[in-house]
């Protein structure tokens, strides 16, 4: 049976972990990170946009 996540679930987990990457490292490009999470929580457009405005609006 297919893991299922609520609405919005993935998003949440790549703030996560975009947050926890940029705390590790805080010269990695946000860029890179943006993508790498998208493809790592399988991100709709959508998502990927507001994951994006996210970082870009609060840095």
Do not use: C, Y
Not at 5 to 34: C, M, T
């Amino acid at each position: 049976m297919a893991d299922i996540q609520p609405e919005g679930e993935q998003l949440r987990k790549a703030i996560r972990w975009v947050s926890g990457r940029r705390e590790e490292d805080p010269k990695a490009k946000l860029f890179a990170l943006l993508q790498d999470a998208s493809m790592k929580f399988d991100l709709s457009p959508k998502d990927q946009e507001l994951l994006t405005h996210f970082f870009t609006e609060n840095s």
